[in-house]
């Protein structure tokens, strides 16, 4: 079965420090993964994606993100948090069937100053 | 890149009153286009989605319905609204395109009262 996982619903990090934000996945065939970022009351905003290349995906915002393909997982990273990092954020793949994107439900990310 | 835009930004509407919200894209032809619903912050649910004008797959029954009069312009509708309609409604639309990528409108507040 086609899925996403986000194993935290909250992550707290002190400004400054590298922040880990995990995702994993299961579909059959390759991963279409997209990380993406919402703001209190705003839409979602596209972070970055992996569709082959390159395991370590660089993004909007100085985030990346790293593609592990024994672990199923794509983890979002930011080597220093900053208190604007604070957001709700989400995981998707692409599913096998229609394309349609499967998604995460979501971890909320606080950075304390 | 697409823009979406939709609106209103927030409605409050009473119960068993009718409900319109559009949405509109530009950057694009041919759009792949989205109806979500936010519930309490966290988890996407995909509503409705179109591949083209008059095409439209509903993903779960609802009391809404959704239409795509133009190429770019999806709109999502009641008749009759329930309690259980409040929620924050995401439009999105995506280019054709396998790997493409979803983007996001700001969202609709919606409150039934």
């Known amino acids: 079965a086609q899925s996403v996982a986000q194993p935290e619903d909250q992550v707290n990090v002190a400004e400054g420090n590298p922040l880990t934000v995990k995702c994993t996945y299961s579909?059959?065939?390759?991963?279409?993964l997209f990380w993406y970022v919402q703001y209190p009351n705003r839409g979602l905003q596209f972070l970055l994606k992996y569709i082959t290349g390159d395991n370590l995906v660089k993004g909007s915002y100085g985030f990346e993100a790293e593609f592990n393909k024994s672990q199923t997982s794509f983890h979002l990273k930011k080597p220093s948090a900053l208190v604007s990092d604070s957001a709700l954020y989400f995981c998707?793949?692409?599913?096998?069937?229609?394309?349609?994107?499967?998604w995460g439900a979501g971890t909320k990310l606080i950075i304390k100053p | 890149s697409q823009t979406i835009h939709q609106w209103p930004a927030t409605l409050v509407q009473p119960v068993g009153s009718p409900l319109s919200l559009e949405c509109t894209v530009e950057?694009?032809?041919?759009?792949?286009l989205y109806w979500y619903r936010q519930a309490a912050g966290r988890g996407l649910q995909l509503l409705f989605y179109?591949?083209?004008?008059?095409?439209i797959s509903s993903e779960v029954p609802q009391n809404l319905s959704a239409s795509r009069p133009q190429d770019r312009q999806f709109i999502l509708s009641s008749k009759k609204l329930l309690l259980s309609d409040s929620g924050f409604y995401l439009c999105?639309?995506?280019?054709?395109?396998?790997?493409?990528?979803?983007?996001f409108g700001e969202g609709s507040w919606l409150t039934v009262v």
């Open positions: 579909v059959s065939g390759n991963p279409y």
């Open positions: 999105a639309g995506k280019t054709v395109g396998q790997t493409n990528t979803i983007y």
């Open positions: 998707a793949v692409r599913g096998d069937s229609n394309y349609q994107l499967i």
């Open positions: 950057g694009t032809s041919n759009p792949n």
């Open positions: 179109s591949v083209g004008i008059g095409q």
